[in-house]
């Protein structure tokens, strides 16, 4: 395989990954969040100001709704058009994405992928009630299991299907750092009494990444602040903590030339997981250190991006336009 058929079709890859990650994981975290809400008393002031916080879009969705109620941000995560994270919108790279690729990835890969899209745009389109927005979120979850099991039974794993993975793990490691940043912040620790409700919280979390049985069986304590982040951001066993996404990462990319830079990039990110006593961490403290995490995310992602997407050939510089390109803000 040349490098300009991987600059060209890389970063596609790559996306797909991102896209379809993020599609799950922003379905999962407002189901979860709901339910949340429901077995928490109403003085807990938690509210849906911090699924908007987790995406880092504060300002954006000020400037479009003001009012943050449970309509609001609802349709800003979900289905709103003018906001280029939702869950619609991601779904929509995540198909254009899977179209372009269609030589590379199972024919029924994107079939499904397109599938998926279809249903969410009609299941999650306004106006929304509770229980149709439930039933479409569990549906995503599904769909994208689904994908990733079929890809990874039947696409060949080569250059394009570690691209793919590295875009996955890439995005469910950011998610983490999010969901255990947001569930340490500033709603919780303003709230009187919280911590008869600590139980509450910390297994919503677990729950929001697919971790609460994986929790309960390997680690054997019970669910309080510091075991949980340490399982969630350094257990290598757990597929959605961080430490095990870096090091799928790192694997995918032993299989890639030319490495070094985002190679250094992923060992650097590991060596401050392994330094960092996280169970140690609190307020300021651990907000930091997950803002340091979220920053080592983002120097991954330019090492992978400035050594293979941004890539030309020295005699021929490739023309027209890659895929979209979404980064979060804040």
Known sequence: MTAHTLSSTAERAYWLGRYLERSETTARLIAVHANLLMDLPKRIPLGWRPLVEITGNLTLFGELFGEVTERTVCRFLINDPRHSGSLLSSLSWARENARTLRGIIPKHAFEYVNEMHLEARDGLSEPLSRSRRFEGLSRIGEHVQRIDGFMSANMMHDAHWRFLRIGQFIERADMTTRVIDVATGSAWQSATGLEVFADIQWRSV?????????????????????????????????????????????????????????????????????????????????????????????????????????????????????????????
Do not use: K, W
Request: with cysteine; hydrophobic share 35%; aromatic share 6%.
């Open 206 to 330: 677990l729950r929001s990444l697919y971790a609460q049985h994986s929790y309960n069986t390997s680690v054997g304590e019970p669910i309080t602040q510091g075991p949980v982040i340490h399982f969630l951001l350094n257990h290598r066993g757990l597929p959605r903590s961080v430490a095990y996404g870096l090091n799928s990462v790192r694997n995918s990319l032993r299989g890639l030339p030319r490495n070094e830079l985002p190679m250094r990039a992923v060992n650097r990110m590991l060596r401050q997981l392994g330094q960092t006593a996280v169970q140690g961490l609190g307020g300021a403290e651990l907000s930091a250190y997950l803002d340091q995490c979220q920053i080592g995310l983002s120097e991954i992602h330019d090492a992978v991006r400035q050594t293979y997407f941004d890539f030309r050939p020295r005699q021929r510089r490739a023309s027209g336009a890659g895929p979209a390109r979404t980064t979060r803000t804040g």
